[in-house]
């Protein structure tokens, strides 16, 4: 039957019919084993018939078997991937660990903002930065045009967030950010959250 189950699984003839052809023959041998029983009850020949009815079930439940681990395969990869197979995925193992690099990169600038300013974090503007910050970008700092490129928001949003903070003497949340900047809405500063950093200006 499971034979059956997978030909039907993998949308094969072939494999139906071999499961049915199990079964047939199965039931034709079980149940014709009492009308051709050796009429000679001698214990011989019955342990001889015996011996061969048992060989004969064992190699077609050993061969359905086999053809069931078989199907079992071919469905097997024709499955959708599962979440574990997508966080295999390079590009989002690479993404991955690049919010991890953010959240080291965001604790440096607490624990030393000396070191961190000297290692150019959020300043994905300067040229020649050897440490990678994992895509962090200082708003207070970072010239609009930057702003726009480096967090993916069209560039009057960019203008008008280096327009805002010139006037408030920097943003210290991205709180902030959506009260002041009117074309910044919830939706876009979930997507952004966590690429932002305030650096006092």
Request: proline content about 5%; aromatic content about 8%; glycine content about 8%.
């Given at each position: 039957m499971m034979v059956f189950i997978g030909g039907y699984?993998?949308?094969?003839?072939?494999?139906?019919?071999?499961?049915?052809?199990?079964?047939?023959?199965?039931?034709?041998?079980?149940?014709?084993?009492?009308?051709?029983?050796?009429?000679?009850?001698?214990?011989?020949?019955?342990?001889?018939?015996?011996?061969?009815?048992?060989?004969?079930?064992?190699?077609?439940?050993?061969?359905?078997?086999?053809?069931?681990l078989f199907l079992q395969l071919k469905v097997a990869k024709q499955a959708p991937p599962t979440a574990a197979d997508r966080h295999s995925d390079a590009a989002v193992a690479a993404a991955q660990w690049r919010v991890q690099r953010r959240a080291e990169a965001r604790e440096l600038v607490r624990a030393d903002p000396g070191l961190a300013w000297e290692l150019r974090i959020g300043r994905p503007d300067i040229q020649g930065r050897q440490y990678d910050d994992g895509g962090l970008v200082d708003v207070n700092h970072v010239p609009a045009a930057w702003?726009?490129?480096?967090?993916?928001?069209?560039q009057p949003l960019a203008d008008e967030i280096a327009q805002q903070r010139g006037l408030r003497q920097g943003f210290t949340s991205p709180d902030e950010l959506i009260v002041y900047c009117t074309a910044m809405t919830p939706e876009r500063m979930a997507v952004i959250r966590d690429m932002l950093l305030f650096r006092p200006l």
């Amino acid at each position: 039957m499971m034979v059956f189950i997978g030909g039907y699984r993998l949308k094969s003839r072939a494999h139906m019919a071999a499961g049915v052809g199990y079964l047939l023959v199965t039931v034709a041998f079980v149940c014709g084993a009492g009308l051709t029983a050796p009429a000679d009850s001698t214990a011989d020949r019955g342990t001889a018939y015996d011996l061969a009815m048992a060989a004969f079930l064992l190699i077609v439940w050993l061969g359905g078997t086999l053809h069931t681990l078989f199907l079992q395969l071919k469905v097997a990869k024709q499955a959708p991937p599962t979440a574990a197979d997508r966080h295999s995925d390079a590009a989002v193992a690479a993404a991955q660990w690049r919010v991890q690099r953010r959240a080291e990169a965001r604790e440096l600038v607490r624990a030393d903002p000396g070191l961190a300013w000297e290692l150019r974090i959020g300043r994905p503007d300067i040229q020649g930065r050897q440490y990678d910050d994992g895509g962090l970008v200082d708003v207070n700092h970072v010239p609009a045009a930057w702003l726009a490129y480096s967090l993916q928001i069209p560039q009057p949003l960019a203008d008008e967030i280096a327009q805002q903070r010139g006037l408030r003497q920097g943003f210290t949340s991205p709180d902030e950010l959506i009260v002041y900047c009117t074309a910044m809405t919830p939706e876009r500063m979930a997507v952004i959250r966590d690429m932002l950093l305030f650096r006092p200006l």
